[in-house]
């Protein structure tokens, strides 16, 4: 057993927090410490007026009333057009890339508020980090949705993914913050990794998830009840 976890493999982690789920990110905030991991907090939130200095301070993002500009290879996904809540979401994980990428991060790990550390992560983590330390990876996921885009691959527990979606709990590389930074706001960030990023770079997951979303509210969804999809579907 090896007395390294996942906080040596990563040099930052961020969790994307509205101000709706606030509390939501106190619990995971605890989760996380349990497993090693010292997340910082990108928290955004609708500024209640011009004079609202206090909100201005304390928010990294302060959500705009704009749906994202039409371009030609842009998603078609309804919550993409209807709401502005993806585009607000796209900006703060765009915030979040560059800071790190600025900072000179080597491994950024992306949460949010409504992820939930596994009870089993520890155990999961020490049987890929074997996999891990031999460092032929881009983008490594340890929550994610991959809709039938897992490749199997000789490891009990990670898989190629070829597609696919989720940015509440990914690994990424400087590399691959790199290549993000290059998009225009063509859809969700974890759609354009599906999509352009998973068949130009070395990107795995670990199944199962060892990280996972909460059933509850979507934000992104405006407000409708969302179900996340079991652990153990593929």
Excluded at 108 to 128: A, G, H, R, T, V
Excluded at 152 to 162: T, V
């Amino acid at each position: 057993m090896s007395d390294k976890n996942i906080s040596d493999y990563i040099d930052k982690a961020v969790c994307l927090t509205i101000e709706e789920r606030y509390d939501s990110w106190i619990e995971l905030k605890e989760q996380c410490y349990l497993i090693g991991i010292t997340p910082e907090i990108f928290l955004a939130g609708k500024k209640k007026s011009e004079n609202d200095t206090e909100v201005l301070d304390l928010f990294d993002h302060i959500d705009i009333d704009k749906l994202p500009p039409k371009y030609e290879e842009s998603i078609c996904y309804p919550s993409w057009w209807r709401f502005p809540h993806a585009f607000n979401a796209w900006i703060c994980h765009h915030k979040i890339i560059k800071k790190a990428f600025d900072e000179d991060v080597e491994t950024l790990l992306l949460l949010e508020d409504d992820s939930e550390i596994m009870p089993d992560f520890q155990e999961i983590f020490e049987e890929c980090r074997s996999f891990i330390d031999n460092n032929k990876w881009d983008m490594l996921y340890l929550g994610w949705y991959s809709n039938g885009n897992l490749k199997k691959i000789d490891h009990k527990y990670i898989y190629k993914i070829e597609g696919g979606a989720g940015f509440h709990g990914v690994i990424l590389k400087r590399n691959v913050m790199k290549e993000l930074l290059k998009f225009n706001p063509v859809g969700p960030f974890d759609w354009i990794c599906g999509k352009y990023i998973h068949n130009r770079y070395k990107c795995y997951a670990i199944y199962p998830s060892i990280i996972m979303q909460k059933d509850g509210i979507s934000y992104i969804e405006g407000g409708g009840h969302l179900t996340k999809p079991e652990r153990n579907s593929k």
